[in-house]
């Protein structure tokens, strides 16, 4: 009886995970509706006002992360290569951890760059990240390129803007 129990849960759960992987990414062909908090606490935006013409990266990260910290020092030091795409650093982290992260990585001095809280889980809940740092490249027509669960090298990243 055992062995036909611990059959049918593997099936199940096996079946579970092969639906949502399949679902996930059907679910991100194109640019999701997100609303995320900005570094000052006051102001909100929302994904519907991301223009297109620019490529666009979506950086999920955790501001705890060596992780995500060793990305977004790699991603800055190789701003010349990103000038016209339009990056969006996106964590559930507290207001005050985001902000120290933006300031501890000087991400307020690139106009490319947008450092913002997801209070309401919506991007993660879309995507649901498994890891971070989670990336999630669109090109300039908002149509998904690339999604890079983990650390990647900024080469990837930028060959993967300009494809």
């Known amino acids: 009886m055992k062995p036909v129990f611990f059959c049918c849960l593997f099936t199940f759960l096996f079946g579970c995970n092969f639906v949502r992987q399949n679902s996930t990414t059907a679910a991100v062909d194109s640019l999701p509706s997100f609303e995320v908090q ?36 790699a991603l800055v030091r190789n701003m010349a290569s990103l000038k016209d795409v339009q ?23 690139y106009d490319n760059i947008v450092v913002a809280r997801d209070y309401k ?22 149509e998904l390129v690339k999604i890079y669960k983990g650390s990647v090298s900024v080469q990837a990243i930028i060959d993967a803007v300009h494809a």
């Open 38 to 73: 900005l570094t000052d606490s006051t102001k909100f935006f929302h994904s519907n006002q991301i223009l297109a013409g620019k490529p666009v990266i979506l950086l999920y990260f955790d501001t705890d992360c060596h992780y995500c910290q060793e990305e977004t020092k």
């Open 121 to 142: 889980y919506s991007f993660y809940r879309h995507f649901k990240p498994s890891e971070v740092p989670y990336l999630v490249i669109y090109n300039k027509k908002k």
């Open 87 to 109: 990056l969006y650093f996106l964590t559930t982290s507290s207001l005050n951890e985001m902000n120290k992260y933006s300031a501890d990585y000087h991400l307020g001095a």
